[in-house]
Nanobody
Framework: QVQLVESGGGLVQAGGSLRLSCAAS????????MGWFRQAPGKKREFVAN????????SYADPVKGRFTVSRDNAANTVYLQMNTLKPEDTAVYFC???????????WGQGTQVTVSS
């Protein structure tokens, strides 16, 4: 069972940048398809981005396309989410999640708060 720990959240002004990290306990992170999700107050959790096991294929939700970049370093057991040109509507708790060879995302981190002030 993989354990995930997010970090890098904080308070930033609109237009600023943050880089989130998701560190995994297992040294076989490369076997997991990874995703980033977020949940704003009073809203459902939503998909942000995901990345294939090798890191060669990524996808993004429309609201973050062109501003966010997901990447991974399997040797370091870490997945990243670079967030640029942040907007107040990006304010949320951000979660990383791991999905094995079959099934849905089975492992989730505890989340990291991102607050963007206008």
């Amino acid at each position: 069972q993989v354990q995930l720990v997010e970090s890098g959240g904080g308070l930033v002004q609109a237009g600023g940048s943050l880089r989130l990290s998701c560190a995994a306990s297992e040294q076989t992170l490369s076997t997991y398809f990874m995703g980033w999700f977020r949940q704003a107050p009073g809203k459902k959790r939503e998909f942000v981005a995901n990345i294939s096991r090798s890191g060669t294929v990524t996808s993004y939700a429309d609201p973050v396309k062109g501003r966010f970049t997901v990447s991974r370093d399997n040797a370091a057991n870490t997945v990243y989410l670079q967030m640029n040109t942040l907007k107040p509507e990006d304010t949320a708790v951000y979660f990383c999640a791991a999905k094995g060879l079959v099934g849905d995302y089975a492992y989730w981190g505890q989340g990291t708060q991102v607050t963007v002030s206008s």
